[in-house]
């Protein structure tokens, strides 16, 4: 697409910049690193520093619109120098409200740290052990066939059965989880950043009905396993949270860790299949897997951008803010700054500051599941060396190697 064309672009309907929206990036940046968007009244930042200035000042830049974003827009209009009291007012009448990523201080503070509380260095040590033994049962379920569909034979069943283990899920009621969020419904949270969508309130029924009947069963009998200390956990003040807070905080981990951490184990692969060098190199070299790793989510970041709102007037980079502007901060965008990165739109394994980028963004919303998934992406890309000789392409799903196609998504959150 023309540069010329990219100022009359949408964005957020445009499905055009889903396959490669750096061109567009890069124009945007080149333009300012703060820009406005003039479809949706939008404010989008493509600098690194400028998204890090924004991450880590949650008193200026509420977290109330994140998953929201401009839709279905705010409840009541934003009219001062000063918009907090508005909305703490009106933010629980926004869809995704009770999630985590939606949340500011002081409620985000206990909900994450009750979250945190969970996911202890020992629990994840195990949970890892697990994902070692889940890489090789995924593998085994076609790799006789010499060809797979990797999101849905590997990438998503790894994904939801690696979290599904982290909270406690019994081994019973995990094929239901598979098929009521990997079957043919629509996927939780997929109108995100779509105005033509529909947004429930409550996208994530399901989890939520499973885990608070898990937390008060174990709250009545308790027993020794990862669910009873999800519903024993109380808050830094020694209360007790209610059932739908447990709950909540499950649903979001769980339902958070799996569609971005699916998107990072594909784009790895697509890599190797690309570039059969870096397949014969780190097959040799596995000690250059964690760098390779924090290269794929710095070169194609699963969250491509995160929504704020100014509560009141700031300046970044030179640009006056008003309050009650919505904010996004492309993580996508930062990733490739030429002035972090050095040629940015290349895929480096040996970059050494891959693991600068801000993938799973930054400051008190930064993913709590970040280790997880760099944990995931680890295993299972080294065990998918161990047991696949040559990873290709398939060409007659994706086309030619100067003509692919694949299924791209731009936007999801995983923040906490």
Known sequence: MP????????????????????????????????????????MMVTGFEECRAI?????????????????????????GDDVSDLIDRYRDELPFSDQLPSMDPPKHTEHRGLLMRLITPKRLRENEDFMWRLADHQLDEFIDNGKCEFVTEFAGPFALLVIADLLGVPEDDRPTFRDELQGSRPKAGQALGNPSEEMAHKPLEFLYDRFSGYIEDRRREPRDDVLTGLATATFRDGSLPDVQDVAGIASNLFAAGQETTVRLLAYQLQVLAEHPELQDLLRKERERIPNFVEEALRHESPVKGQF??????????????????TVMTLNGAANRDPRVFEQPNEFRPDRRNAREHIAFGLGIHVCPGAPLARAEARISLDRILDRMADIKINEDKHGPPDARRYDMHRRSSSEG
Do not use: K, N
């Not at 064309?5 to 396959?19: K, V």
């Not at 991450?55 to 009219?79: I, K, N, Q």
């Not at 709102?309 to 309050?323: N, Q, T």
């Open 3 to 42: 540069m010329s064309d990219f100022d009359s672009i949408d964005f957020f309907t445009d499905r055009s910049l889903d396959a490669d929206p750096y061109p567009y990036f890069d124009w945007l940046r080149s333009q300012c690193p703060v820009r406005h968007e003039p479809h949706h009244d939008v």
């Open 308 to 325: 704020r709102l100014s509560r009141v007037p700031v300046d970044v980079a030179g640009v006056e803010i008003p309050a009650g502007t």
């Open 55 to 79: 991450y880590t000042d949650p008193g200026r830049f509420s977290s109330a619109t994140e998953a929201t974003g401009p839709f279905p827009g705010f409840p009541v209009p934003l009219e």
